[in-house]
């Protein structure tokens, strides 16, 4: 129905860039809400950021000022997550979750994860 796929992690040291990206793809009417989560080990997966259909942005507290979620008016359907000024805290896996409508007619699923990309910070 819809494929969310992620990439763009990696291993960086600490105070260097990364961005991700998430593709969103399949059967899909509108696209509400889109958003960024991480798990690190041993941890509860956590929300990073978040970008409505309105273009209202929020943002976790440990990452407000370093990281940003946009889209692209050239790359339909997806959604970036930079990570500036990185530190050894933010590794972990990174996940994209999205909430969509279906078409009308269509009984489908409307939250959809991605299967997640590792994101390594050395000190």
């Known amino acids: 129905q819809v494929q969310v796929v992620e990439s763009g992690g990696g291993l960086v040291q600490a105070g260097e860039s990364l961005r991700l990206s998430c593709a969103i793809s399949g059967r899909i009417f509108k696209i509400n809400v889109m958003e960024w989560y991480r798990q690190a080990p041993g941890k509860q997966r956590e929300s990073v950021a978040s970008l409505t259909s309105g273009a209202s942005r929020n943002y976790a507290d440990s990452v407000k000022g370093r990281f940003s979620i946009f889209t692209r008016a050239n790359a339909k359907n997806t959604v970036f997550l930079q990570m500036n000024s990185l530190k050894p805290e933010d590794t972990a896996v990174y996940y994209c979750?999205?909430?969509?409508?279906?078409?009308?007619?269509?009984?489908?699923?409307?939250?959809?994860w991605g299967q997640g990309t590792q994101v390594t910070v050395s000190s």
């Open positions: 979750h999205v909430k969509v409508e279906p078409p009308p007619g269509y009984p489908d699923d409307n939250s959809y």
